[in-house]
Every structure is written in structure tokens, then in C-alpha cells.
Nanobody, 123 residues
Framework: QVRLVESGGGSMQAGGSLRLSCTTS????????MGWFRQAPGKEREGVAA????????YYSDSVKGRFTISQDNAKNTLYLQMNSLKPEDTATYFC????????????????WGRGIQVTVSS
């Protein structure tokens, strides 16, 4: 069973930064595509960023490109999402996800999800 544990959310003013973390097993971390999605109230879940093992290829949505960075710490089996220049529209519940499929930003292609963590950005 794949277990994904997110941490690091919280509240921040616009223009600030937050870093999300997602820790999983060594097997999942080294084998699966892992990514971050988010869902705001009343909106569909949308892909934010995704990464192949060892960050060989990364993908970003246009809405976060240039502001968010997905990265990995191999020693800790942890995926990160560094979020800079935060905007109020980044407010959402953020989910870590993984699956053994080609990486994408389409939520239907992922089977395994963390519980989600809240990020709130105030203006």
C-alpha cells in the first residue's frame, strides 16, 4: 500500500513563500511518478507539478510556472513543493499524489493520494 504524508502548509500573505513536503516509502519514491495537485472550494482538482523519480523530468501548470518548484530529497524519500510569490488564488487544499504511470497533471491518472494540506494566502 502506498502511503503519502504531507506537511508544511499554513497561512501566508501574498508575495510570501511556503514549502510543502510529502514523505513516502523508498520504493514509491524511487519508482513512481509523484506530483502535487490542489483543489479550491467549488473548483475541480488541478495539477500543479509532477516529477519522475530523481527529478529526471518535471512538469508544471502554467498558473505556477516560474513561481513553484518541485524537488526531491533522495535521502529522506521526500518530495517538496517550494511555493514562492504566493497569490490569493493559490489558496487551496494541496494533495501529494503518486502512481506508476507516465507523469502528467491529469488527476484521473493517479491512484494514490495523501490526505491533503491547507494553504491559505491572504491579500
Amino acid at each position: 500500500q502506498v502511503r503519502l504524508v504531507e506537511s508544511g502548509g499554513g497561512s501566508m500573505q501574498a508575495g510570501g513563500s511556503l514549502r510543502l513536503s510529502c514523505t513516502t516509502s523508498e520504493y514509491t519514491y524511487s519508482t513512481y511518478c509523484m506530483g502535487w495537485f490542489r483543489q479550491a472550494p467549488g473548483k475541480e482538482r488541478e495539477g500543479v507539478a509532477a516529477s519522475y523519480p530523481n527529478s529526471t523530468s518535471t512538469y508544471y501548470s502554467d498558473s505556477v510556472k516560474g513561481r513553484f518548484t518541485i524537488s526531491q530529497d533522495n535521502a529522506k524519500n521526500t518530495l517538496y513543493l517550494q511555493m514562492n510569490s504566493l497569490k490569493p488564488e493559490d489558496t487551496a487544499t494541496y494533495f501529494c499524489t503518486a502512481d506508476i504511470v507516465p507523469c502528467s497533471l491529469r488527476p484521473l491518472e493517479y491512484t494514490y493520494w495523501g490526505r491533503g494540506i491547507q494553504v491559505t494566502v491572504s491579500s
